[in-house]
């Protein structure tokens, strides 16, 4: 019995649907994994037994057809859900300081990039580098169209007439602390802090930081008081 050999267009045509085949097959690998691909494949071969037997009135093969176009489905479903984010779940913002190169004066403003997210608030603390004393709080950071900024902080000791180089060369970590509403709140407002005994120059000192440490910032004092006064 001698076999007919193909045309050449029946040939490019296998050729150019295998070749489509393997593109579909690539794409879906790339963008969904091996899962989705697979399903995929295995849905489509399904789909074109159950067409051929359906025509050939094979009720087996079209039931086997059937069995194998639900687990392809089955599986496209499995690899969708594995890609799709649990809900209530967002990435956390990225806030980061702009960089200080140089020693910087008693008192200037800090500024940073991106964006405080609603409901949240960023509050500004300092201490010693490679200290273990408690975190002294400056205040709460302003939101910005470039990101934010915390104007008019004072880092470390307050340079005086008789001593105007107090404080250089001191090695001062600057915390930017993402918290709640509530939270900062509670912080920001003095009213609710109680200080025993009050002294005039008694300080509010946290043994531990509230919230999510978003960034930290080291600095060194230079000499000088800078061009702003602490409120």
């Known amino acids: 019995m001698r076999i007919p050999r193909p045309s050449l267009g029946a040939t490019a045509d296998a050729v150019g649907l295998a070749l489509a085949a393997l593109t579909v097959v690539s794409f879906l690998v790339g963008h969904g994994g091996w899962l989705l691909g697979l399903s995929c494949a295995v849905t489509a071969v399904g789909s074109l037994a159950l067409l051929l037997s359906w025509q050939r009135r094979r009720t087996v ?17 499995a690899a969708v859900a594995r890609s799709v984010p649990p809900a209530g779940t967002t990435a956390e913002p990225v806030l980061r300081f ?7 004066p008693y008192c200037q403003s800090y500024s940073g990039t991106g964006t405080i997210p ?19 709080f400056h ?3 302003e939101r910005t169209d470039r990101g934010w900024v915390a104007p008019t ?21 600057l915390f930017a602390q993402l918290v709640t509403e509530e939270t900062a709140q509670v912080m920001r407002d003095r009213a609710n802090i109680a200080i025993f005994p009050e002294t005039p120059d008694a300080q509010w000192l946290l043994r531990q930081l509230p919230g999510r440490t978003a ?4 600095l060194v004092r230079a000499a000088g008081a800078g061009t702003c006064v602490p409120d």
Do not use: H, W
């Not at 702009?98 to 910087?104: A, E, G, K, S």
């Open 61 to 77: 093969l079209a039931a086997l057809a059937v069995l194998v176009v639900g687990l392809g489905a089955a599986g496209i479903g």
């Open 98 to 104: 702009n960089p200080q190169l140089d020693p910087v």
């Open 118 to 136: 609603d409901g949240y608030q960023l509050l500004l603390f300092d201490r010693g580098s490679d200290s273990e004393a408690p975190y002294y």
């Open 139 to 141: 205040k709460q950071a």
């Open 153 to 173: 902080l004072g880092i470390g000791l307050e340079p005086t007439t008789g001593k105007p180089d107090r404080g250089r060369g001191s090695r001062i970590d």
């Open 215 to 218: 960034d930290t910032l080291q």
